[in-house]
């Protein structure tokens, strides 16, 4: 299994500035993905990091926006840049273990004012 | 490409009745499936998961889930619901083993469920 802890656990922003949100995890992990829920959506996958290299971003999401860090196998941070109020959402960490499993953190409340 | 569709954004039903959300999905190969349950304020939380072995599956807190293919449906069920089992369920579906960086998980809208006293 795997522990995740993501911080903030929720914040209030003001439009036009940033936020980076941080995802730990208790063990090394190759690949760490970020998702976005928004109110009433599924998950959407942001990005995957892999430790070393950059992000790979999906479609509809860049690296200025999202700009995303992997230092090393434990630990992510996501950066949500210039905010608006569209970019209100939860916004969760995951990692995956074995070969089947995905683990989430508990997942960052993201309000923009 | 793969895709799950959950029938219903909310499900309510009564304390200590059969509890049924749905899940279709849509994959090129064998898939492998998932549900997970989102508590109020938390992160997602594995329930069970299907990945070729029996089909039907079960998982923690008394759910269950049966993978048939000739219907593509992955429906979770628990026999008696709690107050407890209140919260958001999302079915999901990923094509292969999940380590390699092209292999996505694909998630539901997921549905509500309520639980009436």
Redesign the interface.
Same mark, same amino acid.
């Given at each position: 299994s795997a522990v995740?802890s993501?911080k903030p656990?929720r914040d209030i922003c003001q439009r036009g500035t940033s936020l980076t949100i941080q995802c730990q995890v208790d063990s090394q992990v190759?690949?760490m993905f970020w998702y976005r829920q928004q109110p009433?959506?599924?998950?959407t996958?942001i990005a995957?990091a892999?430790q070393g290299s950059e992000a790979?971003y999906e479609s509809g999401f860049v690296i200025d926006k999202f700009p995303i860090s992997r230092p090393n196998l434990t630990f992510s941070t996501l950066t949500v840049s210039n905010m608006s109020p569209e970019d209100s959402s939860i916004y969760?960490c995951?990692v995956?273990k074995g070969?089947?499993?995905?683990?989430?953190?508990?997942?960052t409340?993201l309000t923009v004012v | 490409a793969q895709s799950v569709t959950q029938l219903g954004?909310h499900v309510s039903v009564s304390e200590g009745a059969l509890v049924l959300l749905r899940c279709n999905y849509s994959s090129s190969v064998p898939p492998?499936l #998932?549900w997970?349950v989102q508590y109020p304020?938390?992160?997602?939380?594995?329930l069970l998961?299907y990945?070729s072995a029996a089909t039907l599956v079960k998982g923690i807190n008394g759910f269950e889930a049966e993978f048939k293919k000739s219907e593509t449906s992955f429906h979770l069920t628990k026999p008696s619901a709690h107050m407890s089992d209140a919260a958001e369920y #999302?079915c999901a579906v990923?094509d292969r083993?999940?380590?390699n960086?092209d292999d996505?998980?694909i998630?539901?809208?997921?549905t509500r469920l309520h639980i009436l006293p």
């Open positions: 995740i993501q656990s190759t690949m009433g959506q599924s998950l996958l995957t892999n790979t969760l995951s995956e070969d089947t499993e995905a683990f989430f953190g508990q997942g409340r | 954004s492998y #998932f997970y304020n938390q992160g997602l939380q594995l998961k990945t #999302f990923s083993v999940i380590m960086r996505k998980i998630f539901g809208k997921g």
